[in-house]
């Protein structure tokens, strides 16, 4: 199943949250211009609307927009009849996101001598390497998932590319792919591909099927 450009665009708002033209387009490589006519379009409806803050300016989703973006998404389920495939994945997906929200906060807090949690200084090697060896087993865990949802919903394809990148500079020292924020870290990543399938499936954060 390809979705259309339209719902696309709608989309990318919804999953990015906050972002600028560009950023949107490239979320489904679409061309620029052409999403930002579309983002005009659904600004005009209410769907989306544009904001400035000091010198940062960008797309957020309203809630007649997310409301039709969720219509858009149920509409491609229904039509191929996918939901259990998506259903199926999401179930699975709940399992590693417990590992991978607990290997978050270990890499952002620890353990001190005191058994206080601290914030994670990273200066002990042997708690970040093995917070990279678990972050690591997930991305691997996660692309055959990726993989079969993918195969029915193209805009799903990529996820587990995109978090291998991050995990790959993570794991060279680059401590920012782990958890960073305005890049496609592996928890930026990771929390996108969540929103992607509680969007599809019209679920809220922390509703299970």
Not at 64 to 82: N, V
Request: hydrophobic share 40%.
């Amino acid at each position: 199943m390809v979705s259309d450009q339209a719902t696309l665009t709608l989309h990318a708002v919804r999953l990015l949250g906050f972002a600028d033209t560009a950023s949107v387009a490239s979320r489904f490589r679409q061309v620029v211009e052409e999403a930002r006519e579309r983002l005009l379009d659904f600004e005009a409806v209410g769907w989306v609307s544009h904001s400035e803050f000091g010198t940062t300016s960008g797309w957020s989703m309203t809630a007649s927009g997310r409301a039709e973006g969720q219509r858009r998404l149920a509409s491609e389920l229904h039509r191929d009849d996918l939901r259990f495939v998506v259903a199926a994945m999401h179930r699975q997906f709940l399992i590693l996101n417990a590992r991978f929200l607990e290997a978050a906060t270990r890499w952002q807090v620890r353990t001190s001598p005191s058994s206080t949690m601290t914030p994670n200084d990273h200066n002990d090697l042997r708690w970040d390497s093995r917070v990279i060896e678990e972050l690591g087993l997930l991305g691997g865990r996660l692309r055959p998932l990726n993989a079969e949802v993918a195969a029915v919903l193209t805009r799903f394809d990529g996820y587990a590319d995109r978090y291998d990148v991050a995990f790959q500079k993570a794991s060279r020292g680059e401590n920012r792919w782990v958890t960073g924020v305005g890049i496609d870290s592996c928890h930026v990543v990771w929390m996108q591909l969540h929103e992607d399938l509680l969007a599809t499936l019209g679920l809220e954060r922390g509703q299970e099927i």
